[in-house]
């Protein structure tokens, strides 16, 4: 029987044209967020201000060290660092696991002051409740990618075990890895668009 | 000693394998490109169906065979179905999953699961889409644009409508995908980019389409569903949203969505034309750069559908004048195609007849378009039926006569059999003269101000609507010969040969049909797509 | 296989300190009021790390030149995406008022 034959930059391309679809998926609420900052910039001046600074630096600190790890993984699955590589990635798992709580805790405490979609104040404030409806769409998708990213990886760890990902056959965590940079370029803008703002 | 797969066709069962399973989980692009297109066959059936229902309606002032809403309904239904699951995926996703690869001297696209998970995306937002009818508050009545603020409350099934869309969104941004990804990585080593037969210069354009701008209607689409769900306010005045920039996000992806639709048909035109005219294309190259062009065009206009929207003037006038611009690559190929016509050797078979009915109507399309691209005449026909009628020239007439001369071009290579000849010439007559007499009283009853999306009218746009009602069924007693004439030929022994056209690109050097498994080696020549020196017929 | 550029674990960590420097100076340049300049420096500052991000972590450089344009066209048509809407909202009547 024919084998169908592995296009290793074939694979890696699709990937990078998948993430332009990401792209344009959030740049379609950036847009959004664009015009409405034109519209209401003292408002949105203000509900930067109600956000905490602390939280978001920290969130930021820590999405950007999980990219630092990946990237680590895949040069040491490279260098057939076989265990390295698995230990970089249980880590950036981890960090996905400390990003998600900080964003519980930051969307209790909001929701715990009456901030969030439908309550009786948000609807009052036309700007303000129009900055705190795109943070939490925005921040709520890409609550939703670092959940789906960190599921990816977790799968390439499960291969690297198998040992069907390799170090001559690392095509598999090269694409994982661009999906979570791809989260972590998405925050890049989303902290200060949202923190920094004030 | 081949293998069964390299001899056995692949409409036939391999040895061992059978069954609807060997076709709705194969991933070879010859079947998937045949489930689609038996798909959006049906699709077109019952939008069709739907179509002729509103006609009927509309014989008559007043209530004739159904009330407003269910009208409301009927046109939302009529342009879902038909925009999402047939015109859309139509060509691409049909005759591009089947010719691709061996258009460009490959074995299989570079993604083949994801080809058959996009088939299944494609499927799943189409039972969506049709249970939304059934199910909840009744069946969507917004159109298919789904315009804020009324999408945001009618009580009708919008929430599982806009889920539909968003699957579908996301099977053509796969197969857009898998497209670019094969015509980078996977041509035939002699196959440059120069040598591209222009059907797959116009998919590379359109999966680019598909690629950037359809992530656009997703995540919009999805905000209809979040503001049903949660009632944020983001395009809600009171709420401090605005309601434009829904129709804005909207447009960003449907109008480039209309190049998805018309692109792809040009690229079938231009194989048709200098197959059954015995002469080189002529400018290649202007008709391969201009749909890129197109592509590029095509998604700097988007707010010309919102001139009467209350959007700033500034905008009306530099949209406005986007508009002229992307006139201009559309207009290349036009002359391009009737350039290559002049002096040639025309054989006036059915595909042929097919494809210069797509050039006289789409022509009409988008002159038209003209009218309602500049802002001034635009404000007295907006709404109205000008813009049906423009809109189904440039679709139907485009990209359906597209379709249908692509099913007659290709239908020998795929079935290994030719269709009724004297009945496709019939039902060309039938379609032309049955589509004019449906869709150009429409122009006049607009410019006189009939408005669209109206189950009645005033007694003085009668005699158009008529006209246009009686002329719906000329053009179904044409689609019933179209498919009758093709349908008929499906049985019987596969008598044709290779190349029962003399046309060059390399689809017609495999067999008819082609086996499962095709072009397992690259060839090692790569013809010029159009030098027909020296090509023998095989028919 | 053929196509493997191991970049070198010190590089990778030199772009992570220059992306924790950045980090710090933008919400350093936060705490003090340019008015609109803020949301600026903001994006400039957001746009380096990401160009680093892409560069680097992401094995841009390294990729061939066809899918750096790539990546530009995807990030211009996204500028005209968000940057024509602003021919409307930007000129709205009651915008300005």
């Known amino acids: 029987m024919h084998e169908p034959h592995k296009d290793y930059l074939g694979d890696k391309f699709g990937m990078w044209l998948f993430l332009f679809t990401e792209i344009l998926l959030f740049g379609g609420l950036f847009l959004l967020y664009a015009i409405y900052l034109h519209r209401y910039p003292a408002e949105f001046h203000q509900g930067g201000l109600e956000l905490s600074r602390i939280f978001g630096a920290a969130n930021t600190v820590v999405l950007i060290t999980s990219s630092f790890t990946v990237a680590l993984a895949i040069s040491a699955l490279q260098q057939g660092r076989r265990g390295l590589c698995q230990g970089l990635l249980a880590a950036t798992i981890a960090l996905a696991g400390v990003f998600m709580v900080n964003k519980y805790f930051e969307w209790s405490a909001k929701i715990a002051h009456g901030i969030y979609p439908g309550s009786s104040e948000m609807a009052q404030a036309g700007g303000t409740n129009i900055f705190f409806g795109l943070y939490y769409v925005m921040t709520g998708a890409h609550g939703l990618h670092v959940v789906i990213g960190a599921a990816i990886l977790g799968f390439c760890m499960l291969r690297i075990g198998q040992g069907r990902v390799t170090a001559e056959d690392f095509g598999l965590l090269e694409n994982g890895g661009l999906y979570w940079h791809l989260v972590d370029l998405v925050w890049i803008f989303l902290f200060p668009l949202f923190y920094l703002i004030s | 000693m081949p293998s069964p797969g390299e001899t056995v066709p692949f409409l036939d069962p391999l040895p061992g394998r059978s069954g609807l399973t060997s076709w709705i989980f194969s991933t070879d692009h010859k079947r998937i490109g045949m489930l689609?297109?038996?798909?959006?066959?049906?699709?077109?059936?019952?939008?069709?169906?739907?179509?002729?229902?509103?006609?009927?309606?509309?014989?008559?002032?007043?209530?004739?065979?159904?009330?407003?809403?269910?009208?409301?309904?009927?046109?939302?239904?009529?342009?879902?179905?038909?925009?999402?699951?047939?015109?859309?995926?139509?060509?691409?996703?049909?005759?591009?999953?089947?010719?691709?690869?061996?258009?460009?001297?490959?074995?299989?696209?570079?993604?083949?699961?994801?080809?058959?998970?996009?088939?299944?995306?494609?499927?799943?937002?189409?039972?969506?889409?049709?249970?939304?009818?059934?199910?909840?508050?009744?069946?969507?009545?917004?159109?298919?644009?789904?315009?804020?603020?009324?999408?945001?409350?009618?009580?009708?099934?919008?929430?599982?409508?806009?889920?539909?869309?968003?699957?579908?969104?996301?099977?053509?941004?796969?197969?857009?995908?898998?497209?670019?990804?094969?015509?980078?990585?996977?041509?035939?080593?002699?196959?440059?980019?120069?040598?591209?037969?222009?059907?797959?210069?116009?998919?590379?354009?359109?999966?680019?389409?598909?690629?950037?701008?359809?992530?656009?209607?997703?995540?919009?689409?999805?905000?209809?569903?979040?503001?049903?769900?949660?009632?944020?306010?983001?395009?809600?005045?009171?709420?401090?949203?605005?309601?434009?920039?829904?129709?804005?996000?909207?447009?960003?992806?449907?109008?480039?969505?209309?190049?998805?639709?018309?692109?792809?048909?040009?690229?079938?035109?231009?194989?048709?034309?200098?197959?059954?005219?015995?002469?080189?294309?002529?400018?290649?190259?202007?008709?391969?750069?201009?749909?890129?062009?197109?592509?590029?065009?095509?998604?700097?206009?988007?707010?010309?559908?919102?001139?009467?929207?209350?959007?700033?003037?500034?905008?009306?006038?530099?949209?406005?004048?986007?508009?002229?611009?992307?006139?201009?690559?559309?207009?290349?190929?036009?002359?391009?195609?009737?350039?290559?016509?002049?002096k040639g050797s025309i054989y006036l078979e059915p595909p042929l007849l097919f494809a210069l009915g797509f050039i006289f109507l789409f022509s009409v399309g988008g002159l038209t378009g003209l009218v309602l691209g500049s802002a001034g005449t635009d404000i007295h026909v907006h709404d109205t039926y000008f813009v049906v009628a423009h809109f189904h020239y440039v679709i139907f007439g485009g990209t359906g006569f597209g379709l249908f001369a692509a099913m007659h071009f290709w239908f020998p290579k795929i079935f290994g059999r030719m269709y009724d000849r004297k009945l496709a010439n019939a039902s060309w007559y039938l379609l032309i003269g049955g589509f004019n007499m449906l869709y150009f009283p429409m122009f006049l009853i607009g410019l006189m101000g009939m408005p669209r999306r109206y189950y009645d009218y005033l007694p003085m746009y009668?005699?158009?609507?008529?006209?246009?009602?009686?002329?719906?069924?000329?053009?179904?007693?044409?689609?019933?010969?179209?498919?009758?004439?093709?349908?008929?030929?499906?049985?019987?022994?596969?008598?044709?040969?290779?190349?029962?056209?003399?046309?060059?690109?390399?689809?017609?050097?495999?067999?008819?049909?082609?086996?499962?498994?095709?072009?397992?080696?690259?060839?090692?020549?790569?013809?010029?797509?159009?030098?027909?020196?020296?090509?023998?017929?095989?028919? | 296989m053929t196509h493997k550029h191991i970049i070198p674990f010190g590089l990778l960590a030199k772009i992570?300190?220059?992306?924790?420097?950045?980090?710090?100076?933008?919400?350093?340049v936060a705490s003090f009021d340019f008015g609109f300049l803020n949301v600026l420096v903001a994006m400039s500052v957001a746009s380096a790390k990401a160009l680093l991000v892409v560069l680097f972590f992401m094995h841009l450089k390294y990729e061939n030149r066809v899918l750096g344009a790539f990546v530009i066209l995807v990030f211009v048509i996204l500028a005209i995406f968000i940057g024509f809407t602003f021919f409307d909202v930007a000129w709205r009547p009651e915008a300005g008022a």
Request: aromatic share 14%; net charge neutral.
């Open chain 2, 462 to 539: 009668q005699t158009g609507h008529m006209i246009s009602t009686a002329g719906s069924w000329v053009l179904v007693a044409g689609l019933v010969t179209m498919f009758w004439g093709l349908s008929k030929c499906l049985r019987g022994p596969r008598t044709v040969g290779r190349n029962p056209w003399g046309a060059a690109t390399l689809e017609w050097t495999l067999p008819s049909p082609p086996p499962h498994l095709t072009f397992l080696d690259p060839p090692d020549e790569v013809p010029s797509p159009y030098s027909y020196a020296g090509v023998k017929r095989d028919a």
């Open chain 2, 36 to 342: 689609y297109l038996w798909c959006i066959l049906t699709m077109f059936a019952v939008g069709v169906a739907i179509g002729v229902l509103m006609r009927l309606e509309l014989i008559a002032p007043g209530r004739t065979i159904m009330g407003a809403q269910a009208y409301n309904a009927m046109f939302t239904l009529h342009g879902v179905v038909m925009v999402f699951l047939f015109v859309i995926p139509g060509i691409p996703a049909a005759f591009g999953n089947i010719l691709l690869p061996l258009q460009i001297g490959a074995e299989d696209v570079s993604f083949p699961r994801l080809n058959i998970f996009s088939w299944w995306l494609y499927l799943t937002g189409a039972v969506l889409a049709v249970t939304s009818l059934f199910t909840g508050g009744g069946p969507p009545d917004t159109g298919w644009t789904f315009y804020v603020p009324f999408s945001e409350r009618t009580t009708t099934n919008v929430s599982l409508a806009v889920v539909a869309v968003f699957i579908l969104g996301f099977s053509s941004i796969l197969t857009g995908l898998n497209f670019i990804t094969t015509i980078h990585r996977l041509r035939a080593p002699q196959m440059s980019w120069g040598k591209l037969p222009l059907f797959v210069w116009s998919l590379y354009a359109t999966a680019w389409i598909q690629l950037l701008a359809t992530p656009v209607l997703g995540v919009t689409v999805a905000l209809v569903f979040i503001e049903r769900l949660l009632g944020i306010g983001l395009f809600d005045p009171a709420k401090g949203g605005d309601p434009l920039l829904y129709q804005h996000l909207f447009w960003i992806y449907s109008h480039p969505a209309v190049y998805i639709m018309i692109v792809p048909a040009m690229g079938v035109v231009s194989e048709i034309i200098p197959a059954f005219d015995r002469k080189s294309i002529f400018g290649y190259k202007a008709i391969a750069v201009s749909s890129l062009a197109i592509a590029f065009a095509g998604s700097l206009v988007w707010a010309h559908h919102m001139f009467t929207s209350g959007m700033s003037d500034t905008a009306v006038l530099v949209f406005s004048f986007l508009t002229f611009v992307v006139a201009i690559p559309s207009a290349i190929k036009v002359f391009n195609w009737v350039a290559t016509l002049y």
């Open chain 3, 16 to 28: 992570w300190l220059a992306l924790m420097v950045l980090t710090g100076v933008t919400v350093g």
